[in-house]
């Protein structure tokens, strides 16, 4: 059975007291939570401070980044490698968003050369997907899912997505209050994990796919009753520890 996960990108937010409040917050709020992941991504400044405050309270909770870079080390100014991202503590690694596929001109290959890059250095990906509104109403969204996927199948092979964790996010669904319904975003998963076992069955039975966009602890459990999706990642929402933790409970009841 694969193990829901689910993840909070904390995006551009934060402040050392604000870390610290929301960390309190979520480890008192999913204590004797069991059946679920839940990881966090703060904004990487604060790596440090969620490492040492995870560990003090001896945390369940599972820390991860918003971003790597494809160099190792030297003169790359303003870079991040994955070795200094593991220094932290960091596993789940989110790359692709949308957010720097548009601000920041991310291709598939760029991010797939990510993907590649984590994979060697132990860590998890957490790859997001997903259409834009005008892909969405052409009738593209799988064809885009398809294409940012095979920039990895097509060069890793399919088996690099084992241990790795694809977010189907629609990027109308981002930050808009506008979700999917979980019925379409069920049907797009599927969909997803159909193109995965068109290369490998076993591959993707055992991929976790989560969905993103607009994810609340009001429609969370809509979306965890559906087959595919296990698990979600959460912008906004994770920022406050109770509705965090209220979609966290909601994955590990839908999924116990
Ligand atoms: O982009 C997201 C998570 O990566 C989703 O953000 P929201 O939950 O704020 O819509």
């Known amino acids: 059975m694969r193990r829901p996960l689910v993840m909070g990108n ?29 990881a966090i991504a703060p904004p990487v400044m604060y790596l440090d401070l969620a490492e040492q405050l995870l560990g003090k309270a ?13 160099n190792a ?23 692709g968003h949308s957010e720097r596929r548009d601000y920041h001109a991310e291709s598939d290959e760029y991010v797939a050369k990510k993907f590649a890059f984590l994979k060697e250095h132990g860590l998890v990906p957490v790859l997001c997907i997903g259409e834009s509104e005008a892909q969405n109403e052409a009738g593209e969204t799988v064809a885009v899912c398809a294409r ?24 109308w669904a981002i930050g808009t209050g506008k979700a999917a319904t979980a019925e379409d975003a069920q049907r797009i998963h599927a969909e997803i994990r159909a193109h995965i076992a068109a290369k490998s069955e076993e591959v ?10 607009s994810v609340k602890p009001e429609n969370a459990e809509a979306y965890f009753a559906q087959p595919d999706i296990d698990g979600a990642l959460v912008g906004g929402a994770a920022l406050n520890a109770e509705s965090f933790a209220a979609i966290a409970k909601a994955a590990a009841v839908a999924k116990a």
Do not use: C, R
Request: aromatic share 6%.
């Open 10 to 38: 904390w995006k551009l937010n934060g402040s050392k007291a604000m870390v610290a409040d929301l960390i309190k917050g979520l480890d008192a709020q999913l204590a004797g939570v069991e059946g679920v992941d839940a």
């Open 58 to 70: 001896e945390s369940k909770i599972l820390l991860g980044s918003q971003n790597v870079d494809v």
């Open 73 to 95: 080390s030297g003169a790359f100014t303003g870079d991040i490698s994955p070795e200094m991202l593991k220094d932290f503590g960091a596993t789940h690694i989110i790359i």
């Open 148 to 171: 940012q996927l095979d920039a990895v199948i097509n060069t890793q092979g399919v088996e690099a997505l084992n241990g790795a964790v694809i977010a189907y996010e629609p990027i």
């Open 204 to 213: 993707a039975k055992n991929v976790v796919i989560q969905y993103g966009g």
